[in-house]
Structures are given as structure tokens and as C-alpha cells.
């Protein structure tokens, strides 16, 4: 078994009949909606998903997984997801699969919410993995030119046609090469006043537990 089929089945033992629950996205998170739409169908587990792109929405359907609108729940119990990188003290990178906008709404409104991992995303500092920024396509190009200013080595993402990659909400992502990321608080605060930011993609302070798949088996850590 891979170490992210490992963490996903772990994870998918954290959810509780009746609850909501998050659905993360990317190929981590691919594996817990599989163990969760199995606990579905094999032990008649009761849950409603949540869903954070239409890639998981489009996932979760097939396997069974019955959805709501975030509109339309109370609140989300517990948001499993994946990560891009996760520092000694439990910060996190997200948004390389490009969903981190509809990522952080969820688990903004969730009472738990638990990364799942191979040990290859835990890292010291942050800032290695690029960090994605979600840009509204009107005056794009001068955000690009001020992250080029500062330094801060941005690349417009692509689609596998070479074409601008459009999120689910129609925006642009611009990814910064910043090779470390000495204060993300700091960083998280400046990127969250430019207009024309939609959503960047340090998650601070927000997860609860932290699932590492590892060849001696999946590490829970609280
Ligand atoms: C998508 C994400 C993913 O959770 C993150 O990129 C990790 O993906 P993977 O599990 O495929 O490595 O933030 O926007």
C-alpha cells in the first residue's frame, strides 16, 4: 500500500456517523474520499461531505458520498485534506492542486481538521514548494509585476495546454518561488491586504491533527 492510500484509510476511521465532513482535494485526499464512500457502502456510515473543488465533488458522487452545499450546513465537524508542505510547528502550505481558496473556506468552518501526508511534506521551514496565490484575472499582471518587485519570483500557473490555469472560481493563480518562508504570520498579513488577492495558501494555525504516512506505518499527531 502507498503511504497515501496508508493516511487516507486512517483518516477515513476519524469520521463519525452523522456528522459533515470536509473534503480535501488532490491525491491524498483522493484516498480518503475512497475509504469514506466504502465505510458508506460496506458499514452504512451516514455522513454528509462537503466538498472544496468540483474535481472531489465529481469524486465523492461516484463513490456514494451524499453532499451539501457549504451554504446550506449549520457547520463542518471535521475537513480531512491534504498538504503542500507542513513545518515543525504545524503550518502548512496548500494550493498546489489549486483548490486552496474553497480548501480554506472549509476548514475555516470546521470544528477539527486534519492533514494527511507522506513524511516526504514535512519539512522545517516552508517556502520550498511554491506558494500559490489566487489573483482575479482583472490587473493580474500588475500584482504579478509587485510580487516582481519584491522579489519574490513569480510564475503564472499553466494548464497542461500551456493556457492561464483557471481555478474553479475563475481566477488566476500566480505561484511564488520564494525557497524559504522565515515569517509566514507576517507574509499571510501583507498577502491578505493586496487587492486583488483572492486566497493565498499558507494555512496557519488551523490544523488539529496531522496524519504522516511512513514505511513503519501512519503517525498520528496531535
Ligand atoms: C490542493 C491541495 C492539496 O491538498 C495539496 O496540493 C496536496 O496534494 P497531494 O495530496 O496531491 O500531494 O492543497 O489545492
Not at 50 to 70: F, M, Q, W
Amino acid at each position: 500500500m502507498n503511504l497515501k492510500e496508508m493516511v487516507g484509510n486512517k483518516a477515513a476511521e476519524f469520521v463519525q456517523d452523522g456528522t459533515v465532513v470536509g473534503l480535501g482535494t488532490g491525491s491524498t485526499a483522493y484516498y480518503m474520499i475512497e475509504a469514506v464512500g466504502k465505510r458508506i457502502n460496506e458499514e452504512g456510515l451516514s455522513i454528509t461531505g462537503v466538498t472544496t473543488s468540483n474535481r472531489t465533488a465529481d469524486h465523492a458522487k461516484k463513490v456514494g458520498i451524499p453532499l451539501k452545499n457549504i451554504n446550506d450546513v449549520e457547520k463542518i465537524d471535521i475537513t480531512i485534506d491534504g498538504a503542500d508542505e507542513i513545518s515543525d510547528d504545524y503550518q502548512g502550505t496548500k494550493g498546489g492542486g489549486g483548490a486552496h481558496l474553497f480548501e480554506k473556506m472549509v476548514a475555516t468552518h470546521s470544528d477539527e481538521v486534519i492533514w494527511i501526508v507522506d513524511d516526504s511534506k514535512l519539512v522545517h521551514k516552508l517556502g520550498a514548494f511554491p506558494l500559490p496565490i489566487e489573483v482575479v484575472t482583472f490587473g493580474c499582471q500588475q500584482v504579478f509585476r509587485l510580487f516582481e518587485e519584491k522579489n519574490m519570483k513569480p510564475s503564472f500557473r499553466k494548464d497542461d495546454k500551456g493556457d492561464m490555469y483557471l481555478t474553479d472560481s475563475g481566477n488566476y493563480i500566480i505561484d511564488l518561488h520564494l525557497e524559504e518562508i522565515n515569517k509566514p504570520h507576517e507574509l499571510a498579513t501583507w498577502l491578505n491586504a493586496l487587492t486583488g488577492v483572492v486566497e493565498h495558501g499558507l494555512f496557519l494555525d488551523c490544523v488539529t491533527k496531522v496524519i504522516v504516512g511512513t514505511e513503519a506505518g501512519p503517525e498520528v499527531k496531535n
